[in-house]
């Protein structure tokens, strides 16, 4: 039986991977998805320059593990923006996998395929590229959260309990939400003895005592904490609480109308869950969408930290409404058919439905999306050496990665000396008091070839119009007295050393 039931799983498995690839294989192109996809990718270049995330180059919300994560993609693939893509579908797939086994796992009398289409209907049938096609932190962080529920639920040795809470760990590295999910994992693994939780313990502490070790060795623990836990508190409460659920409101309401088969399915499956009192996954659930807020703007990318939660009552929801008549199975089975349709057709056909969807080859976070970014890339090319360092006022990580040069200051994102953060309804006039002379000591030590300038162009999605640096007069001195106007690239000036 045991050959029969492992080609069963891997033969549905390979059905809706094969389903995943038909969505998803028009969208696989050279370019950033998603402006985080840059940031992650220039502190993974710094890193081969000893630079740390969250000390070297400062106002990134997340813990360094996707940077870590890049950097290994990096060293095996070349600096490749598809490569990332690639990872980031293969991540997809095994998402699948291990979503279909924890289903089977706790309800084995649940057809393998009912999990993997739930899964399948809510990865393919919402938002844009920029959530699902870049490979952001929720995705890494939610496979490795799954493989340590998948071990805690198996068969339990010393060394796989360990192993659990190692990976639990790494999870937590790339996001700071999923530590929510240490409390289905508690409901997961009772029974337990003592013992057991002391191993599971220990092995969540080991990558973050690594870490500790690595930050303190570079004098770098209090700023450690500053970047991945003061400032992405700042970050997330910096909606105000009318921010907050005006971004429910209008992120809800746009999921549900465009993904309404798997999320009707989900309720439904909440409904089940809470009848039979099933606390572990009634938890689980409540996690996972606790996850999804957390962040404070419910960018659909947040969604997929929930994704597996949600498939498995999706799942819960389609075994019992095919159970409860022979006219509930038909009815059940066209509204399936439906959303499997809108899944097949979402991605595929997004540059028709989208009317912001730039042609192939451009990024949709692109500064004017026509490839603005790559000119002054290759300008910054000619007018510095690789040794040489430039900075970019304004939020767009995207020039550093293409050209190849390290940024000038910690602040890279001009988060900390600004108060910027993308989709703020209540901005801050800074992320520091220190913040100024901090960039002003960066500079002078650093002494970029270039500087650009992007508070002019206004049309950018993460634009810093608001930010003139003529709104900040110690840097305005400082780029008068040092630098010269060398270029106006469409609306973004561009200064290069006086001397």
């Known amino acids: 039986m045991r050959p029969h039931g492992r080609f069963a799983f891997w033969s549905v498995w390979a059905v809706f991977a094969f389903g995943f690839l038909l969505c998803r294989w028009t969208l696989f192109d050279s370019v950033f998805y998603n402006v985080d996809e840059a940031e992650y990718a220039v502190a993974a270049q710094a890193l081969s320059h000893h630079m740390l995330p969250g000390l070297d180059l400062v106002g990134s919300t ?10 290994a993609i990096f060293a095996f693939a070349g600096e490749s923006v598809f490569a990332l893509q690639v990872v980031g579908f293969v991540l997809w797939l095994l998402l699948l996998a291990l979503t279909m086994k924890l289903t089977e796992r706790l309800f084995p009398e649940i057809p393998l395929w009912m999990s993997a289409l739930s899964f ?6 919402f938002g844009v590229p920029r959530d699902f096609q870049g490979l952001n932190v929720e995705l890494p962080g939610i496979v490795l959260v799954m493989l340590s529920f998948l071990f805690v639920t198996g068969e339990r040795t010393p060394r796989r309990i360990i192993l659990a809470g190692v990976l639990f760990g790494f999870a937590v590295m790339f996001r700071q939400s999923f530590a929510i999910f240490l409390l289905p994992m508690w ?37 450690a904490y500053d970047s991945w836990v003061r400032f992405p508190m700042l970050y997330a409460g910096d909606t105000g609480l009318f921010g907050f659920f005006e971004a429910a409101r209008y992120s809800t309401r746009s999921v549900f109308l465009q993904a309404f088969v798997p999320f009707t399915l989900t309720a439904i499956g909440i409904g089940f869950a809470i009848k039979w009192r099933n606390f572990p996954v009634l938890v689980l659930t409540l996690c996972a969408a606790l996850a999804v807020a957390s962040g404070s703007r419910f960018f659909e990318h947040y969604y997929i930290q929930a994704f597996p939660a949600f498939a498995l009552v999706g799942a819960i929801a389609i075994w019992q409404l095919k159970q409860v008549s022979a006219l509930l199975n038909r009815l059940t089975g066209a509204f399936l ?45 000619q007018h510095s050496t690789p040794s040489q360092r430039i900075y970019v006022w304004g939020y767009c990580p995207q020039i550093y990665f293409y050209s190849k040069r390290l940024p000038a200051a910690r602040d890279y994102l001009c988060e900390y000396v600004t108060g910027y953060s993308p989709f703020s309804t209540s901005p801050r006039p800074y992320a520091r008091p220190d913040a100024m002379q901090m960039l002003l000591d960066d500079l002078t030590r650093n002494r970029p070839a270039v500087i650009f300038d992007l508070s ?44």
């Open 337 to 381: 058919a439906v959303g499997a349709i809108i899944a097949l057709l979402h991605f595929p056909f997004w540059r028709y439905w989208d009317t912001s969807a730039p042609p192939r080859g451009i990024s949709m976070e692109s500064l004017d999306l026509n490839g603005l970014e790559i000119e002054l890339e290759e300008f910054a090319m």
């Open 120 to 125: 399948f209907l809510l990865a393919n049938s």
């Open 62 to 71: 997340k813990p360094p593990g996707i940077v870590f994560f890049y950097k």
């Open 187 to 223: 409901f997961l693994f009772r029974p337990a003895d003592r013992g057991e939780y002391v191993r599971l313990g220990i092995g969540i502490a080991v990558p973050w005592v690594l870490l500790t070790i690595i930050y303190t060795a570079h004098g770098g623990l209090s700023w």
């Open 456 to 499: 002019a162009d206004e049309y950018y999605e993460y634009s810093f119009a608001r930010y003139p640096i003529t709104n900040y007069p110690p840097l305005a001195d400082y780029i008068k007295a040092n630098y010269r106007p060398a270029a106006v690239v469409e609306q973004v000036a561009v200064y290069t050393r006086a001397n």
